[in-house]
């Protein structure tokens, strides 16, 4: 199986959770993805999420509810341990749907709603990071 060339930042799809042309940071220091969900509650065996922000574009406010979640340690690059819900969803990139884990998080503050880790680029991508925006480019419709 041949990589795509992908760049440091790309243009994403999630269909999964109705999100569309997500400004997203592929980051080969992070080993899992995350995405920006602004609220999670647990009820009964579920999670309800949020994905709503007044920062990122395109992220209007659309709810979720996983029946399939777990948790897991994500330890960010200044150390510090959190403990995160993680789903599991799709990720459209040249055109093809890929199977992501994706570990949920406030990201407000931050540039990128979506960080793309390395066990998802892992067998599948090269990162070049002269270029910038190589999947949402090819993009047709």
């Avoid at 999630?14 to 569309?20: A, S, V």
Wanted: hydrophobic share 40%.
């Amino acid at each position: 199986m041949s990589k795509k060339i992908i760049g440091r930042v790309d243009v994403l799809d999630f269909p999964k959770l109705d999100l569309h042309n997500i400004d997203v940071k592929i980051d080969t220091g992070a080993y899992t993805s995350a995405i920006h969900c602004s609220d999670i509650i647990e009820i009964d065996h579920t999670l309800l999420c949020t994905f709503n922000s007044s920062t990122h574009k395109n992220f209007g406010k659309t709810e979720i509810i996983f029946e399939a979640f777990s948790r897991t340690d994500v330890k960010s690059s200044n150390g510090f341990k959190e403990n995160r819900y993680k789903v599991k969803s799709e990720v459209v990139i040249f055109g093809k749907t890929y199977k992501i884990n994706l570990t949920l998080s406030t990201r407000d503050d931050m540039k990128f709603p979506v960080l793309i880790g390395r066990e998802f680029l892992r067998h599948k991508f090269i990162v070049d990071v002269d270029l910038v925006n190589v999947s949402f480019n090819t993009k047709t419709a």
